[in-house]
């Protein structure tokens, strides 16, 4: 794996131009979730280049992409943005996403929609972790949310679930709270 650092988004850009597919971390150097997700992405053994960009020195590549929360894993086709994967992942999720072998959204076999998954979580949760295990071993795309960053987020969760605990796992409408892997598969239809 080769990773380039860039250093602003004309230098990202340029970088689009070389090639259709192309990934960029998006870190805060650091951060605990930002290292996690840096040192797992450099471990990763595939033969391609990797673009890295630090937030605390790049300054105009998240503003231009619409991305508040560091670590990013931002997907480019064509030099247009299709997928932001966010928060730290395992060095096994970013091997399949760079294999492209991660699901996307899109239809299943049968023609249905992917249903609407959003994890609600917290960095140090070990139940979060697992449950966001759980989702990519299955290859279900999900959102993740962090509530520790965002105090409107954590009130609204509890309004909606009547809870605070974390995880919770918003399929669709439906909430769970924990990681009740028995309903989850139902939602999803596992």
């Not at 249905?112 to 139940?127: A, F, L, N």
Request: charged share 30%; proline share 3%; with cysteine.
């Amino acid at each position: 794996m080769k990773i380039q650092h860039i250093k602003s988004l004309s230098e990202l850009e340029k970088n689009l131009d070389k090639k259709d597919n192309q990934f960029l971390l998006l870190y805060k150097k650091g951060s605990d979730q930002s290292d996690c997700a840096f040192e797992n992405l450099k471990n990763v053994n595939i033969d391609t280049e990797i673009l890295v960009a630090d937030v605390s020195t790049v300054r105009d590549i998240h503003p231009k992409y619409d991305i508040r929360s560091a670590p990013s894993f931002l997907e480019f086709n064509s030099k247009n943005l299709v997928n932001v994967y966010k928060g730290c992942h395992e060095k096994e999720f970013f091997n399949n996403l760079l294999l492209g072998s991660v699901y996307k959204a899109g239809n299943d076999s049968e023609g249905k929609p992917q249903k609407r998954v959003t994890v609600y979580s917290t960095p140090s949760c070990s139940w979060c972790t697992r449950l966001k295990t759980y989702l990519d071993s299955k290859e279900i795309r999900y959102r993740d949310v962090d509530v520790s960053k965002d105090q409107k987020i954590a009130e609204n969760l509890v309004r909606k679930s009547g809870q605070k605990g974390v995880p919770q796992t918003d399929i669709n409408g439906q909430i769970i709270v924990g990681f009740d892997q028995k309903r989850i598969d139902s939602l999803l239809g596992i």
